[in-house]
Structures are given as structure tokens and as C-alpha cells.
């Protein structure tokens, strides 16, 4: 089964650190330019972060996350991770991967799974 799963969402004070999951089953996660998404309660979705393939090597950010996020993945894992420090109370929202992502207009890969997307996982942050 073809499928991206996001883990590692909770609730964390402003200040605080998460590491967020994207597991992919049923393809190579390594040929695809992944893009990380959020969706705040009330506002459409917000494009944050794409890294490219393996192949071609880079990754891109939005202005409002760049310095305080990073992206990674592990190939042998078949897993991208995005790294979230700093986290304010707007950085609230569900978050979501997918094989799709205009930052960096990177190559996005086979298009036989592109535009796949996860479940999404829910960031929250408070005092």
C-alpha cells in the first residue's frame, strides 16, 4: 500500500522543539522531492519547506519558518524528517508531508506517486 505517514505532532510551550516524521511505504522516498505543509485552524494551506531527491541534492524553505526549521531525510529509513525549533504560538496547525512542493522548483520525481499526501499531525503551541 502506497502511503505517507506523519508522526511526532503534540503540544509544546513557545520556545520548545519538535521533530516531525514523514514514514513512506510502498515506494522510494529517495526519488521524490518532499514537501512539508500546515494548515492553521481558519487559513489555507501553507507550503514550508521541500527537499529535494537524493539525486539532485537541496532543499528550500518559506520566510516565515526559515532559520528556526530543517529538513532532513534518511534514506534507509525511507523517512524525511523536519526539525522544528523555536516554535511560536503561530506555528500552530496540522502538519502535513507529500510528495509534492513548489519551494526550490525541484524536480518532483516519478510522476506515478506524486501528489501523494499524508494524514497530516496536529502541532500545537500554548503556554
Known amino acids: 500500500q502506497v502511503q505517507l505517514v506523519e508522526s511526532g505532532g503534540g503540544a509544546v510551550q513557545p520556545g520548545g522543539s519538535l521533530r516531525l516524521s514523514c514514514a513512506a511505504s510502498?515506494?522510494?522516498?529517495?526519488?521524490?522531492?518532499i514537501g512539508w505543509h500546515r494548515q492553521a485552524p481558519g487559513k489555507g494551506r501553507e507550503e514550508i519547506s521541500c527537499?529535494?531527491?537524493?539525486?539532485?541534492?537541496?532543499?528550500a524553505y518559506a520566510d516565515s519558518i526559515k532559520g528556526r526549521f530543517t529538513v532532513s531525510r534518511d534514506n534507509a529509513k525511507n523517512t524525511v524528517y523536519l526539525q522544528m525549533n523555536s516554535l511560536q504560538p503561530e506555528d500552530a496547525a496540522v502538519y502535513f508531508c507529500?510528495?509534492?512542493?513548489?519551494?526550490?522548483?525541484?524536480?518532483?520525481?516519478?510522476?506515478?506517486?506524486?501528489?501523494?499526501w499524508g494524514q497530516g499531525t496536529q502541532v500545537t503551541v500554548s503556554s
Open positions: 507529500a510528495t509534492y512542493c513548489d519551494l526550490g522548483d525541484y524536480d518532483p520525481g516519478p510522476y506515478i506517486y506524486f501528489d501523494t
Open positions: 510502498g515506494f522510494t522516498l529517495a526519488d521524490y522531492a
Open positions: 527537499i529535494s531527491s537524493s539525486d539532485e541534492g537541496g532543499t
